[in-house]
């Protein structure tokens, strides 16, 4: 297989998205989305996010800080739809294209999803990965989003869920050359 450098760029939110509900109530939302030029089963995707050494250092950090431990093999589990609970998430939503997790506060959510796409070159996937911030109140968004602290760390979340994306695109690539 050819070298394929991977490209991570914001992108709308699809219509279909499980996220989609939280963007409808005035929940801070995103989405990004990195397109490989093969077919990705939904469960190698899940598994590759949540298996990268870059996600591994988030889970070590969950286990030391909040006390959730967590495994490849339950991440392998979670990919294969028999495991509810990863980490400091429970899944809220799934079906065979994507899913949706909430952290154990239910303050945040991820969102994983696939398309296949055909292509001229032969079949693609776009995989997306998104995240939702809930307020506590209706008003609570503005008044959060507004503060210099906030914008900051936006700014980091959203670098950090790039290189989320770009690391499991990656790790999906190699497993397939392999």
């Known amino acids: 297989m050819t070298v394929v450098s991977v490209r991570v760029r914001p992108c709308d939110l699809p219509e279909d998205a499980l996220l989609q509900a939280y963007r409808r109530t005035g929940a801070y939302t995103d989405s990004f989305v990195a397109q490989l030029p093969v077919s990705v089963p939904f469960s190698d995707y899940v598994s590759a996010f949540y298996t990268t050494a870059l996600f591994k250092l ?20 979670l990919a294969a739809g028999t495991l509810d609970q990863f980490a400091a998430w429970i899944l809220e939503q799934r079906d065979d294209q994507q899913m949706l997790l909430t952290d154990y506060r239910g303050r945040t959510r991820s969102w994983l999803m696939t398309r296949q796409i055909s292509a001229p070159a032969g079949p693609h996937t776009r995989l997306y990965f998104g995240s939702a911030v ?25 670098a950090y869920s790039r290189m989320l994306l770009k690391a499991a695109a990656e790790q999906v690539l190699k497993t397939i050359s392999r």
């Open 134 to 158: 809930v307020p506590q109140a209706r008003t609570a968004r503005q008044a959060v989003l507004r503060r210099p602290a906030s914008r900051v760390l936006l700014g980091f979340h959203r």
């Open 58 to 77: 988030e889970r070590l950090i969950l286990e030391w800080a909040v006390a959730r431990p967590s495994s490849d093999s339950q991440a392998a589990q």
